[in-house]
């Protein structure tokens, strides 16, 4: 039976067969190493003859072999006695040299050759944290008594409102790739009171910055019978908590290779209304620049200690048709900002719930209520207050890594410019 490299440990002293890609090959005077990578870690295998070589010969880097050995302890885990199987031949060298500790590789190269950068230890430790993530997004809401939802990623119409959308011929009629599943899973409020969702979203912003991408993993959660979007917040912050204590569960191995630290959520993430933070910064504008959310997250790292803070409040000309109005300050909403390490993670609030409502929000914006009639008539068949919230994975995993990119943190970019690998 083929052992994984993990399972090594438990069977010292046994023969065991493992098998995987050949990573490097260290030629000394007496004996060689050769080093073999898994999907979880690497073997080294210590060859003493020539002999026992002779398989790999003509064999480049990522070779895929099977080998057969005896499990050594001492002085440091390897197989010894080795008997090579060539699985899969490379007989040219593979693009990028995967045998570092580090990629030093530009990171247009590094998206370039996708495929094969990604198998390297520290790439690949990335995506298995945002697999964790997911995997803790998933657990704490099913433990909330949420129901998951897959929606249409094909609409025939804006979600979001605007012109930043990407339009597909289906079968002769215009449609659009969904901005997000928004009104889809406050539809399904009217269904399971609580519903959340994990799927691609896309939009067609021309962004060429480091921390935006035209498609992205959006973590999606609505629920019913809410007093108010703090409601919502608590919610968040209890996901937020169940994602990262999955990461530390069962990512420790990565997070030591990226020399990244876990943040601890506060028993209370702090919280600043939009007005204040206008003050603070001494801008007037209707939504944060980034370097107003790095200002405010330095605030409050400084002063609450708290790597995360809520921004409540924003104007209701920067929030979309659905947005509930806060009674106490009409021109602002019941919505809210979750900033992580200065940079905006989650947008959520509380939505309109009442179908006379939605006819005079969407009279207010000059906005045909027609091609909503769908939706609609969800409202009109009654609808309890709701609201929601929306993670986006890479940007999450990007600031939890601290990476310099959110290319980094996907696994194969859409942006401006690409459309491969």
């Known amino acids: 039976m083929r052992l994984r490299s993990y399972e090594l440990p438990t069977h010292v002293g046994e023969q065991v067969t493992v098998a995987g890609w050949i990573q490097s090959i260290r030629r000394l005077a007496k004996v060689t190493f050769v080093v073999v990578r898994d999907g979880w870690g690497t073997i080294q295998i210590v060859v003493a003859s020539e002999a026992r070589l002779a398989p790999l010969d003509g064999l480049e880097l990522e070779s895929v072999v099977?080998?057969?050995?005896?499990v050594v302890g001492e002085p440091q885990l390897e197989?010894?006695?080795?008997?090579?199987?060539?699985?899969?031949?490379?007989?040219?060298?593979?693009?990028?040299?995967?045998?570092?500790?580090?990629?030093?590789?530009?990171?247009?190269?590094?998206?370039?050759?996708?495929?094969?950068?990604?198998?390297?230890?520290?790439?690949?430790?990335v995506f298995r944290t945002a697999a964790a993530a997911m995997r803790g997004f998933r657990r704490t809401l099913d433990g909330l008594a949420f129901t998951e939802i897959q929606s249409p990623k094909l609409v025939g119409g804006a979600t979001e409102g605007g012109a930043n959308v990407f339009t597909v011929d289906y079968f002769g009629t215009p449609a659009y790739l969904a901005q997000s599943p928004q009104l889809y899973k406050q539809t399904m409020v009217g269904v399971y009171e609580r519903v959340y969702e994990v799927g691609p979203v896309f939009r067609a912003e021309p962004h060429d910055t480091a921390r935006h991408i035209n498609q992205y993993t959006s973590l999606d959660v609505e629920l019913g019978f809410i007093a108010s979007h703090t409601d919502v917040m608590a919610v968040l912050v209890s996901v937020l908590r169940g994602m990262l204590d999955e990461v530390q569960a069962s990512c420790a191995a990565e997070l030591a290779l990226l020399g990244a630290t876990l943040p601890e959520v506060p028993a209370c993430v702090p919280e600043l209304h939009f007005i204040d933070a206008q003050a603070m910064l001494g801008e007037a504008e209707p939504d944060l620049s980034p370097e107003g959310e790095r200002t405010i997250g330095a605030w409050a790292r400084d002063s609450h200690a708290s790597e995360f803070v809520f921004v409540v409040g924003y104007p209701m000309v920067?929030?979309?048709?659905?947005?509930?109005?806060?009674?106490?300050?009409?021109?602002?909403?019941?919505?809210?900002?979750?900033?992580?390490?200065?940079?905006?993670?989650?947008?959520?609030?509380?939505?309109?719930?009442?179908?006379?409502?939605?006819?005079?929000a969407l009279a207010a914006r000059g906005i045909s209520a027609a091609p909503l009639a769908s939706y609609l008539e969800v409202f009109a068949s009654g609808m309890p207050p709701h609201g929601g919230f929306a993670i986006g994975l890479e940007r999450f995993v990007m600031q939890l890594l601290g990476l310099t990119n959110i290319r980094l943190a996907t696994l194969f970019p859409r942006d401006l410019t690409r459309l491969s690998p």
């Open 318 to 360: 920067k929030r979309p048709f659905y947005t509930h109005p806060d009674p106490e300050r009409p021109a602002h909403s019941r919505s809210f900002d979750l900033l992580f390490r200065g940079t905006e993670l989650v947008t959520g609030g509380q939505r309109l719930h009442r179908h006379a409502d939605y006819l005079a």
């Open 79 to 125: 197989l010894h006695a080795p008997a090579f199987a060539v699985i899969a031949p490379v007989t040219t060298p593979v693009p990028v040299l995967l045998s570092k500790k580090q990629l030093d590789v530009p990171l247009p190269t590094l998206l370039d050759h996708g495929g094969v950068t990604t198998r390297h230890p520290t790439r690949r430790a």
């Open 66 to 70: 099977e080998v057969t050995g005896t």
